[in-house]
């Protein structure tokens, strides 16, 4: 029988993390958040049907993770994409907190768990 730690690290997961310097309000964070989703599950469908539909099929499991800076954000990305991870970059329209163009998180996945935390498993939670 397998232990916590195997079923936690079956399946597939999404992440989407958050730029902590940005100090967006709760509602604001979770926007971003779900227009990562939504543009991660998109491009996903299209590249890698396999995995949405295995990650739809178990729940659609997502984690919000944050990290200090843009520069960690982007070396997270390069750290994702040598992994073959998909990726995508949500960027503010600039109508309410932050200015135009403001990358303010970076989506990963969905693929499977294990792939996915051994880029962001040292990440804190939003």
């Given at each position: 029988?397998?232990?916590?730690?195997?079923?936690?690290?079956?399946?597939?997961?999404?992440?989407?993390?958050?730029?902590?310097?940005?100090?967006?309000?709760?509602?604001?964070?979770?926007?971003?958040?779900?227009?990562?989703?939504?543009?991660?599950?998109?491009?996903?469908?299209?590249?890698?049907?396999?995995?949405?539909?295995?990650?739809?099929?178990?729940?659609?499991?997502?984690?919000?993770?944050?990290?200090?800076?843009?520069?960690?954000?982007?070396?997270?990305?390069?750290?994702?994409?040598?992994?073959?991870?998909?990726?995508?970059?949500v960027e503010d329209a600039g109508m309410t907190e932050v200015p135009a163009g403001t990358r303010t998180c970076l989506g990963i996945g969905p693929s499977a768990v294990a792939e996915v935390d051994a880029v962001t498993g040292?990440?804190?939670?939003?």
């Amino acid at each position: 029988m397998p232990g916590k730690r195997a079923a936690r690290d079956a399946g597939y997961k999404m992440v989407v993390v958050l730029r902590g310097e940005l100090r967006l309000t709760a509602g604001k964070a979770a926007v971003q958040v779900a227009h990562a989703a939504v543009l991660l599950t998109l491009a996903g469908q299209s590249h890698r049907p396999e995995a949405v539909a295995a990650w739809l099929r178990e729940g659609g499991k997502k984690i919000a993770l944050v990290v200090p800076t843009l520069v960690d954000l982007e070396q997270l990305d390069r750290a994702a994409r040598a992994r073959g991870l998909p990726t995508v970059w949500v960027e503010d329209a600039g109508m309410t907190e932050v200015p135009a163009g403001t990358r303010t998180c970076l989506g990963i996945g969905p693929s499977a768990v294990a792939e996915v935390d051994a880029v962001t498993g040292a990440l804190d939670l939003y």
